[in-house]
T-cell receptor
């Protein structure tokens, strides 16, 4: 399995406060992703990165921003957290080479509660 | 509008029997499909994949079938084991790779001893 870690693993915060989640991978993967998982919705893509400083929006990007200053780190920021952003957040990565047979590798998740 | 649908939120099966998990998709551009398994408090892990040029792919107890005309894929687990109890997600992409995956909502499989 790819070495992907997420921090923190759990966080409780208050509405209106900024929150940053960190994803770190040791596989030198080019592509990295942030998803949120909510009941009945499965995994929905928030943002992704296809290289250092190269990012793009996913399906549910409103209220979120990302940054990638190094290949191994991908940060997700909630500028002003809202209760609707209470969710489990997963980071993932893959080589980005575009070959069939590839897979994304997921981190263990961050459980965020916004009060 | 969900492009990948898993219409059964849950499935219970007796140990030793076959588990069949289903997934439907609406985007005819999807050409690569994956199944992931997820245990509680862990991230999803890759299980098996299939390219649209095939209609079947096997890996041990796991087989994925793809019916392109029906836009339907299924995951068969034979024989089912209690350790298979997890949430199963199907995912699809339109560029033949694992980039830009669209996920279904998941099916909770419970294998009863």
């Amino acid at each position: 399995d790819a070495g992907i870690t997420q921090s923190p693993r759990h966080k409780v915060t208050e509405t209106g406060t900024p929150v940053t989640l960190r994803c770190h991978q040791t596989e030198n993967h080019r592509y990295m992703y942030w998803y949120r998982q909510d009941p009945g919705h499965g995994l929905r893509l928030i943002h992704y990165s296809y290289g250092v400083k190269d990012t793009d929006k996913g399906e549910v990007s409103d209220g979120y921003s990302v940054s990638r200053s190094k290949t191994e780190d991908f940060l997700l920021t909630l500028e002003s957290a809202t209760s609707s952003q209470t969710s489990v957040y997963f980071c993932a990565s893959d080589t980005g080479q575009g070959f069939s047979g590839e897979t994304q590798y997921f981190g263990p998740g961050t459980r965020l509660l916004v009060l | 509008d969900q492009q990948v649908k898993q219409n059964s939120p849950s499935l219970s099966v007796q140990e030793g029997r076959i588990s069949i998990l289903n997934c439907d998709y609406t985007n005819s551009m999807f050409d690569y499909f994956l199944w992931y398994k997820k245990y509680p408090a862990e991230g999803p892990t890759f299980l098996i994949s299939i390219s649209s040029i095939k209609d079947k792919n096997e890996d041990g107890r796991f087989t994925v079938f793809l019916n392109k005309s029906a836009k339907h894929l299924s995951l068969h687990i034979v024989p089912s084991q209690p350790g298979d109890s997890a949430v199963y997600f199907c995912a699809a992409s339109a560029d033949g790779s694992a980039r830009q995956l669209t996920f279904g909502s998941g099916t909770q499989l419970t294998v009863l001893p």
